[in-house]
């Protein structure tokens, strides 16, 4: 059996299926990789909100499973939405690696002033934290980022830990703790899609990481409970049950969080829910000023 996996053309999405390839051929399974361009790599001079979210890295890749075109595909799985549609499963969830960010800086920490982020999770975290900063937008791959921080025109930018693991970067900069800026749901965690093929699904549930799809299941079930994809600043992380969860105001002075341990997806929804219930208007908050409609 060959398996036909697609992917976006970036580095780190090339890395990625990369790993995902290796775990294959160890079990005696050949592969090949197509790739793909999406809508979230041919636009990059505005922010993720405004062409649709985290959905705009995924969609081109979905419409490729469900014609036949590839037999799945590999994300990031922070990237993909929560509602999916129907005919797709995610047939394996790799073995989570850092869920932090990582600030990147050339210069001493306590004189970063300018830090370059499009995450509405990372600037109110930011803010929070500080708020003389100055937050501005950047987005673009990791090389991207990067060589504009080393212009000049960024005092620092903030990147996931693990995207610079698995390209093997080593720059200056700081690892920012999950418990205090907590991630996004499913940050650090590799996913492989495929369609709904019981032979495929076989095949590379091997490479699934059970520890590792519960608790990321656990963040998913709290997201879908709350809504707003990248709109909302929300951080959700759990790690052997343990669950972190919070909402913030965009400009990151108020926040409701909570923290506590689940067993079950379905304690995971009511914690989702109980979040919504006290969060709502920030939710609706942000949905307004980022002029965007909030029907859900």
């Known amino acids: 059996m060959s398996i036909t996996i697609g992917t976006r053309g970036s580095k780190l999405a090339l890395a990625q299926t990369e790993t995902v390839m290796k775990k294959l051929s160890a079990l005696g399974i050949a592969s090949e990789k197509i790739i793909i361009n999406t809508l979230g790599d041919s636009t990059t001079q505005v922010p993720l909100h405004a062409i649709g979210g985290q ?38 969830v790799l073995k989570r690696d850092s869920p932090a960010d990582y600030i990147a800086h050339n210069g001493p920490l306590d004189q970063v002033a300018l830090i370059g982020t499009s995450s509405t999770r990372r600037r109110a975290q930011l803010l929070r934290h500080d708020p003389d900063l100055t937050i501005k937008d950047l987005r673009g791959n990791v090389d991207t980022r990067i060589r504009k921080l080393n212009d000049g025109e960024y005092d620092a930018i903030i990147l996931a830990e693990a995207g610079l693991t698995r390209l093997d970067m080593h720059i200056p900069g700081e690892r920012f703790p999950p418990e205090k800026f907590v991630p996004s749901p499913n940050q650090g965690t590799i996913a492989v899609v495929s ?102």
């Open 55 to 92: 959905g705009v890295f995924v969609r081109a890749l979905d419409d490729a499973i469900l014609a036949g075109e590839i037999d799945c595909a590999v994300h990031s799985m922070k990237d993909i939405p929560a509602y999916r549609p129907h005919g797709l499963f995610t047939a394996a």
């Open 195 to 296: 369609r709904a093929d019981p032979s495929l699904m076989e095949v590379l549930s091997a490479l699934d990481h059970p520890e590792t799809r519960t608790d990321v299941l656990i963040e998913r079930a709290v997201m879908e409970q709350l809504g707003g994809g990248c709109y909302t600043p929300l951080g959700i992380y759990c790690r052997a049950g343990h669950l972190i969860a919070e909402v913030l105001s965009l400009d990151g002075t108020r926040t409701e969080r909570i923290e506590t341990d689940v067993k079950t997806i379905d304690e995971a929804r009511e914690q989702g829910r109980l979040l919504k219930g006290k969060a709502q208007d920030l939710i609706n908050e942000a949905f307004t000023q980022l002029g965007l409609s909030n029907e859900g």
